[in-house]
């Protein structure tokens, strides 16, 4: 899975595997304005836009370009 995060060269974690699970964004030009979003993995494989009352499906490509330039904080999951 592409989404598989291998972070052994950088923390020794017991070489265990994390997959991607969620994204906060931040769309604003400063940490005191602006506005959060979250982007999320569900359990079939799909990307969703949480944005206050508004949820988006969204492919993984569309999903990540949107996070290049706007991600805030990562959630990550073992993988077993």
Wanted: hydrophobic content about 40%; overall charge negative; proline content about 1%.
């Amino acid at each position: 899975n592409n989404m598989d995060v291998h972070l052994e060269p950088f923390v020794d974690l017991f070489s265990r595997r994390y997959r991607l699970q969620a994204v906060v964004s931040h769309l604003g030009t400063t940490s005191s304005s602006g506005h959060y979003v979250c982007f999320a993995l569900q359990t079939d494989g799909s990307w969703f836009q949480f944005n206050d009352t508004m949820v988006t499906s969204l492919s993984q490509q569309d999903c990540f370009r949107m996070v290049l330039q706007t991600a805030y904080l990562f959630w990550y999951q073992v993988v077993e």
